[in-house]
């Protein structure tokens, strides 16, 4: 018989996988990094959104998001625009182009998961984000990137330069 770590480890790999296959299968349809796709669909929730706000929802620092905004922006995907009421902030907005792209792209997976984690009670919510963080721990993954990283000398969409 298994042993309970070799399984939970073998169930973990099969999230990975199914992860970076969703991944992949973005990237090539959309022709952009995961990280932008993380913000446009993050964008294309609220149909406009503080750069701040992105980050956090994504967990990253604001440099990363402002970053990966301006690549998106040269797409034309998204554009920027000064809030009325605070003059120093800004929206980020997704165009239409970026909404036409977003319907082009295969479902992603992490929206499937939202919907479906949504239906369940709150106290499995919880469990499961507890169960995470916790195997987080136990890879030491607290601080790894939110976003994935390309790997050195790994091909790269012609916009991430």
Known sequence: MIERSSETLIALRRIVHALETNARSMARASNLTQAQLLVLLEIAQHGQEMPRDIARALGVGQATITLQIDKLEARG????????????AIWVILTDAGRELLDQIPDPLHQRFTERFQTLAPWEQTLLLSVTQRLGSLFDAEDAPAFPQPEPGASKPADTA
């Open 77 to 88: 995907l998204v554009r920027r625009e000064r809030r009325l009421a605070d003059r120093r």
